[in-house]
């Protein structure tokens, strides 16, 4: 008697959108979203992340129309609107929200290089907010205002992106770099009175870099991809930010280091691509490696995160 072959079932696309980097990335962080809104006070935000999503959609939609591409679901649409809405106060205007997220996605589809965006689309648009809205900054999202103990929900699902993405050395090289110099800092009393590094050691900034550091840092169109890169990537904006924090405080240094270090990523891109046109060019030689790399990551730059 012969046994019937067991059929594996085919799994639906929501099973398998869950397994990409980008599904571990949305499904992280509306549980971020959705635990953080358990405050009280942060049902507000929970408001402004179903708006920033909405307009992110239509936002992203109206470009795939206007692309004529079939697929209208943009999935970094939404990725990129959490983050917005999981940064900005609980009490942002909702018209804000909405635009900060509108210009968050602009950048991403006109600021390019090829296919692939300069920065990384929401720390565009929030550093946007910042200079033409004067909007507050709360990382609500990042579960900077509830019980202490819930970090250690924000690294495990950190932790997991880090390793979907491969991007542990750029996320190490800025944690350690980031938390150093600040030790130091604070050390010789070096900063500003009024945001101090030892503050910054604190909750609730701890809480901003790491939220940073695992779902922006990481996204991979606006970062490198070999290792080395990744980790003068990370120093570059763990450097640049902490030096911005000592100089002005507030919370704005993480994001203008993250785009430095993204025009960092371009420029060497641009480098690169420089010396192979030139052929025997001297340079070519020193960045024959990072070509290489470059090249193998741009295969997968439709992976991006943003």
């Known amino acids: 008697m012969n046994n019937p072959q067991a059929v594996r079932p085919t799994p639906n696309p929501l099973e398998r959108f869950l397994k990409t980097p980008k599904g571990y990335v949305l499904a992280i ?26 307009t992110g959609l239509v936002f992203d939609a109206g470009v795939a ?26 009490t942002t205007p909702l018209y804000i929200v909405a635009a900060t997220t509108a210009v968050a996605l602009l950048s991403k589809h006109v600021l390019k290089v090829g ?8 720390a565009f648009g929030l550093l946007f907010a910042i200079v033409v809205f004067a ?9 900077a205002l509830l019980p202490t103990w819930l970090i250690l929900l924000l690294l495990a699902g950190g932790l997991l992106i880090t390793e979907r993405v491969n991007k542990f050395p750029q996320v190490l090289a800025f944690l350690g770099t980031y938390f150093a110099l600040l030790l130091v800092m604070a050390i010789f009393h070096l900063g500003l009175p009024s945001d101090t590094p030892g503050d910054a050691l604190r909750i609730p900034f701890v809480n901003s870099a790491l939220y940073l550091a695992f779902f922006m840092l990481t996204d991979p169109p606006t970062t ?4 080395r890169q990744q980790i003068l990537f990370g120093v570059i904006v763990a450097g640049v930010g902490t030096v911005i924090f000592a100089m002005s405080g507030g919370l704005a240094y ?7 270090g993204n025009i960092w990523k371009t420029s060497l891109h641009w480098v690169t691509k420089t010396a192979e046109r030139r052929g025997s060019s001297p340079l070519k030689k020193a960045v024959k490696g990072s070509a290489n790399a470059i090249r193998t990551e741009e295969g997968a730059s439709d992976q991006g995160l943003a």
């Open 29 to 54: 962080l509306v549980g971020l979203t959705l635990i953080a809104a358990l405050r009280p006070q942060d049902h507000l935000g929970l408001l402004n992340a179903i708006v920033a999503v909405a």
């Open 65 to 90: 129309l206007l692309q004529r591409r079939k697929k209208l679901f943009s999935d970094g649409a939404v990725i990129t609107a959490l983050i917005v809405a999981d940064v900005l106060s609980h």
């Open 115 to 122: 296919r692939k965006p300069i920065f990384n689309p929401a």
């Open 135 to 143: 909007t507050g900054q709360s990382w609500w999202g990042s579960l």
């Open 224 to 227: 490198p991809a070999p290792y």
């Open 254 to 260: 993480l994001l203008v280091g993250l785009l430095v």
